[in-house]
């Protein structure tokens, strides 16, 4: 199956840039652990007593085109430059990428890494998927994009089908989830659609992944946000933002999402996964998810 992803370039009614400039300071107090180790969040913290990311990962749609010639090889450049973490998606080759359960989850083994989750197509072959992603090990089967839905009624009715599919998916020993873009963070009859699905939804059988990008390019608060529905988002996508000329993706510490204080809510609230993306590059792709690499191994949370 060919996943099919809408680039945020493409997306309409992105916010105007003074809005996506982000410098949040109202988070609170610090509220950091000390102790050595790793806590509760699953954070380590470093010798400044500030927690940090020690085993950040990287959505492989990030490489996409590159991965589809050598999905080792790649896999091991990934783990090179510092990610212990992937998240996969459903590419031409499927999102093992050709290789058996066993097969993925013996290289991951190989490389010291773990696969987290998936992106992919959960409205068919749903059990398959599900039974797949549990023998390679993968606790999260998300779906990436469903699409701006036409009333209200619909996104409930959206709600109602994730959690059968949370259901499916908690018989075959993973969870159900679902990745927002922008458009479920747009105001659509005075309600928030996003809002919708996790007001609507089992917490016990339908987890959710925000994309720190997507809900600042449409607009909306993350940190009131991530706040409001505490323990509702169980991963996150990491990738920074320009929104001039136009919106666009670039490397991690380069853009206007202030990451070091965002990411400190998201750790207090319940995230645990902290996935990487990337959608577009300056240069060369590699350079760029190494750039982003350097970045989360040094950034520490206000």
């Given at each position: 199956?060919?996943?099919?992803?809408?680039?945020?370039?493409?997306?309409?009614?992105?916010?105007?840039?003074?809005?996506?400039?982000?410098?949040?300071?109202?988070?609170?107090?610090?509220?950091?652990?000390?102790s050595e180790g790793a806590d509760s969040t699953g954070l380590a913290a470093t010798?400044?007593?500030?927690?940090?990311?020690?085993?950040?990962?990287?959505?492989l749609y990030s490489v996409r085109d590159i991965i589809g010639k050598d999905p080792?090889?790649?896999?091991?450049?990934?783990?090179?430059?510092?990610?212990?973490?992937?998240?996969?998606?459903?590419?031409?080759?499927?999102?093992?990428?050709?290789?058996?359960?066993?097969?993925?989850?013996?290289?991951?083994?190989?490389?010291?890494?773990?696969?987290?989750?998936?992106?992919?197509?959960?409205?068919?072959?749903?059990?398959?998927?599900?039974?797949?992603?549990?023998?390679?090990?993968?606790?999260?089967?998300?779906?990436?994009?469903?699409?701006?839905?036409?009333?209200?009624?619909?996104?409930?009715?959206?709600?109602?089908?994730?959690?059968?599919?949370?259901?499916?998916?908690?018989?075959?020993?993973?969870?159900?989830?679902?990745?927002?873009?922008?458009?479920?963070?747009?105001?659509?009859?005075?309600?928030?659609?996003?809002?919708?699905?996790?007001?609507?939804?089992?917490?016990?059988?339908?987890?959710?992944?925000?994309?720190?990008?997507?809900?600042?390019?449409?607009?909306?608060?993350?940190?009131?946000?991530?706040?409001?529905?505490?323990?509702?988002?169980?991963?996150?996508?990491?990738?920074?933002?320009?929104?001039?000329?136009?919106?666009?993706?670039?490397?991690?510490?380069?853009?206007?999402?202030?990451?070091?204080?965002?990411?400190?809510?998201g750790a207090d609230t319940g995230i645990t996964q902290f996935i990487v993306e990337?959608?577009?590059?300056?240069?060369?792709?590699?350079?760029?998810?190494?750039?982003?690499?350097?970045?989360?191994?040094?950034?520490?949370?206000?």
């Open positions: 199956m060919t996943y099919n992803r809408r680039l945020f370039l493409k997306s309409a009614g992105v916010a105007a840039a003074g809005s996506l400039i982000f410098s949040i300071s109202s988070c609170g107090g610090s509220n950091e652990k000390s010798g400044a007593g500030t927690p940090s990311i020690p085993d950040f990962g990287l959505q080792k090889g790649v896999l091991k450049q990934i783990a090179d430059l510092g990610y212990k973490k992937v998240e996969s998606y459903a590419g031409d080759k499927g999102f093992l990428w050709g290789l058996t359960p066993k097969e993925f989850k013996a290289y991951m083994d190989e490389l010291g890494m773990t696969i987290v989750s998936t992106h992919a197509d959960t409205t068919k072959g749903l059990e398959k998927a599900a039974a797949e992603a549990a023998e390679a090990g993968i606790t999260y089967l998300l779906q990436p994009y469903i699409g701006p839905q036409k009333t209200l009624d619909e996104w409930k009715k959206r709600a109602e089908e994730f959690n059968k599919r949370g259901e499916i998916c908690q018989k075959a020993g993973v969870k159900f989830g679902y990745h927002n873009h922008d458009y479920s963070f747009k105001d659509q009859d005075g309600k928030l659609p996003q809002e919708i699905l996790l007001d609507n939804t089992d917490k016990s059988l339908v987890h959710f992944e925000l994309d720190l990008m997507w809900i600042v390019a449409a607009g909306q608060d993350p940190v009131a946000h991530l706040k409001k529905y505490a323990g509702r988002y169980d991963l996150c996508h990491i990738k920074d933002l320009v929104s001039k000329p136009e919106p666009h993706s670039v490397d991690l510490g380069t853009g206007e999402i202030d990451f070091t204080s965002l990411l400190k809510v990337q959608e577009e590059y300056p240069g060369d792709v590699l350079t760029s998810i190494g750039n982003d690499a350097a970045y989360m191994k040094k950034l520490v949370f206000k």
